[in-house]
Each structure stands twice: as structure tokens, then as C-alpha cells.
């Protein structure tokens, strides 16, 4: 089975300043990874997604992901930080590989704040 | 332009009731999801449904019991409440026309047994 691991359950940041969310995958096929955004009482957002043969990934309110496959990893960026990106940020694999029955896994989550 | 609705918004049971937590989307997606979310511990799915007519297991399947009624339709059922069920539960689907398809999530139950 497939699993992602977020290091750092609780990240703080200045705002403007360059923020980075860890996020690892363990696979041995090409993964189908996610991040997400929750902000509070509320549901999940797709950031954005992990398209085959992309190295960099860009979503919506300036985030970006790396791919890195020799490091395993698919970290969340973003260069300069608002005080509207507050909010707790899910890393998600689909454990499904390529059979059409998607089974998203979620890591634990970070929760960014953001300093004035 | 509702996407995932979910009923009830709050619940509070005592140990040993029941209920049925319920779903529906409008956008026509083939799969299904319920997560549960606990602090610490992010979203672990409990059951999802690929397609009409057809269920699975998730991560976190015991006390549980789920319900494809339909296209629309996806319900959630705890037989016998527990403390240990006292969680914040989402809805979701997808549309299962590729492994990268997102999923979009209803705004949560959030439910207490004492």
C-alpha cells in the first residue's frame, strides 16, 4: 500500500516569507499525489496535482510542488507567504496505482500559520 | 451549484444509538468517499464507493457500515455508536475517469458520542 508522510505537523512563518511544506511518498510506481488545502469548519481544496513526467506542478493562490523522484519527495511551496494562506495543508497519494477505483490516502497534515 | 452536500451538520449520540450520516452529490461523479478526520492523525478513509453498485473498505472500515443508494447518493451508517467514533466526518467524490481525478468534499459532521 501506498502512503505519504508530512514532516512538521505545525509550520510558522513571517509573512513574505518563502513557505515549505515536506511531503513523502512511498512507491514504487509512479505516483498519483495531491496536496490539499482545509481552511477552518471547512471541507477540503485540490491545491493542485501531480501530473506523470512533470517535475514542477503549479496550483492555485501561488503554490507550487516538486517532484523529486530520487528523493521521494513532493514538497509544497510557495515564495512569499499572505496571511489568507492560514490554514492546514494535506499531502495525498492515490493508493488505487492505475485500477480506476481511486483510493486517496492523506498524509496527517501541517497547519501554517502565518505572522504578522 | 451545490457539489457535496452532507446532513447533518452537528450530531451528538450516546453510546450504543445509531444513525445514518447522509451524502449526495450533483455533479455526476462515479466514486465515492467517507473520511473520518481526527486531530493528529489527518483523513483516513472508511469506506468509498468506485461506481454505482459497489462498495470497499478503507483504512478504518470496523463500526461501520455503508450505502450506494444511487448515482447521488452515498450514506454512512454507525450501528452502534461509540466514544471512539467521535470524529469529524467528509464526504466525497470523484469522477473516476482517471487515477488523478480530485476529489471534492461536502463541509463535514461533525459528531460526539458520549
Redesign the interface.
Known sequence: AQSVTQLGSHVSVSEGALVLLRCNYSSSVPPYLFWYVQYPNQGLQLLLKYTTGATLVKGINGFEAEFKKSETSFHLTKPSAHMSDAAEYFCAVNDGGYSSASKIIFGSGTRLSIRP | NAG?TQTPKFQVLKTGQSMTLQCAQDMNHN?M?W?RQDP??????IY?S?SEG?T?K??VPNGYNVSRLNKREFSLRLESAAPSQTSVY?C?S?D??G?????H????TRLTVT
Open positions: 457535496v466514486s468517499y473520511y493528529g492523525m489527518g483523513l483516513r478513509l468509498y468506485a459497489t470497499d478503507g483504512e467528509f466525497a470523484s473516476a475517469g487515477v488523478n481525478s480530485p476529489l468534499f461536502g463541509n463535514g
